[in-house]
């Protein structure tokens, strides 16, 4: 039996995102997520990994989504930076 830990995070409020726009110089299609959480030292390489799971549901049709990204080994996943500008999950 799976057994997981929820992060709680810092707003989990719903809201609208837009659609990617590459032109879009505001970046309005792209949110930050961020918790208080101690994320390092909760999460152990060795025996657990994090999933970040977002639930999307378009307004028109009203069909939903459901998208997962997993990250297993923290070292790779937690950097300090920011996120480069655009459709990508590269750190600077």
Do not use: C, H
Request: proline content about 1%.
């Amino acid at each position: 039996m799976p057994i997981y830990r929820k992060i709680v995070l810092k707003s989990s409020e719903l809201f609208e995102i837009s659609g990617y726009d590459l032109f879009n110089e505001n970046a309005t299609y792209a949110f930050r997520f961020s918790t208080n959480e101690d994320i390092e030292s909760i999460w152990d390489d060795t025996r657990s990994y994090l999933r970040f799971r977002l639930i999307a549901t378009d307004s028109f049709s009203n069909f939903s989504k459901v998208f997962n990204q997993y990250y297993y080994n923290k070292r790779n996943a937690i950097r300090n930076g920011e996120f480069k500008y655009g459709d990508s999950f590269d750190i600077n």
